[in-house]
């Protein structure tokens, strides 16, 4: 009987990368999960060891399939995630510069979660890109962590060791990719002038022409609105700064600046809201806001003060204040970029913020929260309404600008005191704050166009003389006096809140509530008294209500942002990623335990007992039959490995047509072998008579690196 000649085993018939390449990337991977685990947990080194070991010890790289690529990547990217849960959840509090770090560990774990994953499949250069493109930010974050000069030197040479690694993995597989290299027609002289001279003429025309387009439009905004006879929205900071209030009255129409700047849940009115405070005036503003930031001191867990919804720090303002009195307001900031401070209510006694965030207050009581005022919700618990007490910070004897004049009014204030019946002869504040607020009240009008006073050099002066003026001159005169009357005050300017929305049933603050009011320290009560100098007819209060049109619309803008809210809160990455934790750490704990040690013998008996009952079943098939069996199965296993999943045998498809149909989408040099092995199966596979040693000498020609026992 004539025999074909044994095949050849070239590697390019069961083509697995060489085992170099492979090492040095997995080195890479695990140098760079080494220094970005030093300073935290260690589960991402422990993963890309174990990753990388498995990656090696494979006889073979998995099928290059679009299937198996995508689970394979998911699968490790949530591995890393797993492994990284504290860094990528925020539990661990990390920061970079300031700002949380979680934002950045989650694209670090992302991406080098997908680095790993391409160890498992043939390692081409685009595949080796896709790793580089996975160190480069844990790289990143690695540097940045390092807290001395010392790692930071560390850090440097090893991020100089993994590039030079990954380098020379690029070029042990440059024979191969040159071998498989399709050349390509380059670029031109003309192509590549134009290609960068277009950036820099496009580069050039932008920084030209972006301030005269920011003129140009600002002029043709301004006369569309003329044209409709229309105000321009004037933002309410043209005439209430953070570091400066002017008492010159506002621009444009106030009602109509209609934008939401705070959306507050909660059932008590919150009504005023401070945002600022100032303690000097001169020349026509006010100025004295304190730089100055004083951290507070997290509240332990008090009875009657539940936890927020999501996890936030409480900070105690008071020490008088009781938790079981407390009403919750929560605060959902929605221009933040247009405030100065976190908006606090005066009877404010307990603030809680998120617990990356750390609240200061300054030296006038000015709430912060992180390096600036972000758009994040913060929660405030307030004493239930009932006498308008200012906020408790600090003590009114602190300061001496709560008691300073400008030297060229002084003889002016004298003369509005005398003006103020029994003014100058209280000496309580309590009584200074009625007779004053009466004094404003019966005897000035609200105005936002008050006549100028002929040779008058201050507003507020002008305003004395033609008792018609706005909030802010209101409360800058009512400040002064009772400074002249030695009753330590301060001005401040915030918001009026009297809104409930009527689709959201939320309170909201729009521009248009900006407001100026007065506030005088009780050194009797030891506590800061408000002081509503302007008329309650010209409160912001006073406004229509807004259009049913634009109540709707922020309806709609509401239930998105909950919507987000709700989505951001409910993450299913972070809780599909603990809920993994959750189960290793439990299986982990049970499999050590002697009831685990007993589940785990029940199962691996179980498990032998199906072996043998298989092995059992296996040899009471005829030997013949049994390498008929075997010799398909690899033929089956051998084009599954060498061709994708589109290409693959359908089930009723002869192996001839299949060879026609797939053979022009192998290499030449293993479409040879291929071919001559197919022929070969086919003569084993469908002769009358097998030949037991041909077909095992086949199936070892087949399947090089796996071991198989001759049937007998």
């Known amino acids: 009987m004539k025999t074909s000649p044994r095949p050849p085993t070239e590697p390019s018939l069961v083509r697995w990368p060489d085992r170099l390449p492979l090492a040095t990337a997995a080195i890479a991977l695990i140098t760079t999960a080494y220094i970005y685990s030093e300073s935290g947990d260690h589960g991402m080194l422990v993963l890309t060891v174990v990753t990388a070991l498995l990656a090696l010890l494979l006889p073979r790289p998995l099928p290059t399939s679009t299937r198996s690529l995508v689970w394979g990547t998911l699968l490790l990217i949530m591995l890393g995630i797993v492994a990284n849960i504290d860094r990528f959840s925020g539990t661990a509090n990390a920061t970079l510069g300031g700002f949380p770090a979680t934002p950045y560990d989650r694209i670090a774990t992302v991406m080098f979660g997908a680095g790993l994953a391409m160890l498992f499949y043939p390692l081409s250069n685009h595949r080796l890109t896709i790793i580089a493109m996975g160190l480069l930010p844990t790289l990143t974050l690695a540097v940045e ?88 929205v004037i933002s309410y900071q043209a005439y209430q700064r953070g570091r400066v209030l002017s008492v010159a009255p506002p621009t444009g129409d106030m009602g109509r600046n209609m934008r939401l700047l705070l959306e507050i849940d909660g059932e008590q009115n919150p009504v005023y809201l ?174 936002l166009t008050p006549q100028r006073q002929p040779g008058a050099r201050d507003s507020i002066a002008a305003f004395m003389f033609q008792r018609a003026g706005h909030c802010t001159l209101f409360a800058s005169a009512a400040t002064l006096m009772l400074r002249k009357q030695g009753f330590p005050a301060r001005m401040v300017s915030g918001f009026y809140c009297s809104e409930r929305h009527a689709l959201t049933g939320q309170w909201v603050v729009r521009e248009r509530d900006a407001h100026a009011w007065c506030e005088v320290w009780d050194a009797a009560a030891g506590c800061w008294l ?20 634009r109540l709707t619309l922020e309806q709609l803008s509401h239930l998105w942002r909950q919507f987000l809210d709700r989505l951001r809160n409910a993450n299913p990455i972070i809780a599909l990623a603990l809920l993994l934790a959750d189960v290793f750490t439990f299986v982990w704990d049970v499999a050590w335990s002697p009831a685990g040690l007993a589940v785990l013998l029940v199962l691996l008996g179980w498990l032998a007992l199906r072996y043998l009952r298989r092995r059992q079943a296996e040899r009471r098939i005829a030997p013949e039959l049994r390498l008929r069996l075997e010799l398909v199965r690899t033929m089956q296993q051998l084009q599954k490995r ?14 001839s047509v299949w060879w026609q149909r797939c053979q022009a989408h192998l290499p030449e040099a293993e479409r040879e072998i291929f071919g001559r092995l197919l022929e070969q199966y086919q003569s084993l596979r469908y002769q009358p008579q097998p030949d037991p040693a041909a077909m095992q000498r086949w199936i070892a020609a087949a399947t090089p690196d796996r071991r198989r026992k001759s049937g007998k």
Request: hydrophobic share 40%; aromatic share 10%.
């Open 145 to 232: 962590r390092a807290d001395d000069s010392a790692t930071l030197t560390l850090t440097r040479r090893i991020c100089i060791i993994v590039l030079f690694l990954m380098v020379f993995a690029s070029l042990l597989r440059w024979p191969e990719s040159r071998k498989n290299r399709t050349r390509a027609s380059g670029f031109t002289l003309h192509e590549w002038r134009w290609r960068i001279l277009l950036p820099l003429l496009w580069l050039l025309l932008t920084v030209v022409l972006t301030p005269l387009a920011t003129v140009w439009a600002r002029l043709g905004r301004t006369w569309l609105y003329e044209q409709w006879g229309q105000h321009p």
């Open 274 to 447: 401070r945002e600022t405070v100032f303690r000097n005036y001169a020349k026509g503003s006010w100025t004295g806001r304190s730089n100055i930031g004083h951290p507070l001191t997290v509240l332990l867990q008090q009875e009657g003060v539940q936890k927020s919804r999501q996890e936030r720090d409480l900070y105690g303002l008071s020490a008088d204040a009781d938790p079981t009195r407390l009403t919750p307001l929560l605060f959902r900031p929605l221009r933040p970029e247009r405030m100065a401070s976190l908006c606090l209510p005066g009877t404010t006694r307990i603030i809680a913020v998120d617990e990356d965030l750390k609240l200061t207050l300054n030296s006038d009581g000015i709430a912060q929260a992180g390096v600036n005022v972000p758009g994040v919700q913060y929660e405030v618990y307030t004493v239930p309404r009932g006498e308008e007490r200012a906020f408790p910070w600090p003590q009114g004897s602190e300061f001496d600008d709560y008691l300073a004049i400008p030297e060229a009014l002084t003889n002016s204030v004298v003369n509005w005191v005398a003006q103020c019946a029994g003014l100058s002869q209280t000496a309580s504040a309590a009584t200074a704050r009625t007779l004053v607020e009466s004094f404003f009240v019966n005897n000035f009008t609200y105005s």
């Open 530 to 549: 408000l002081v509503e100098a302007t008329p309650a007819t010209a409160l912001p209060d006073i406004f229509p209500d807004p259009a049913r049109w």
């Open 642 to 655: 060498r061709l994708p999943a589109h290409r693959q045998r359908e089930p009723d498809e002869s192996w």
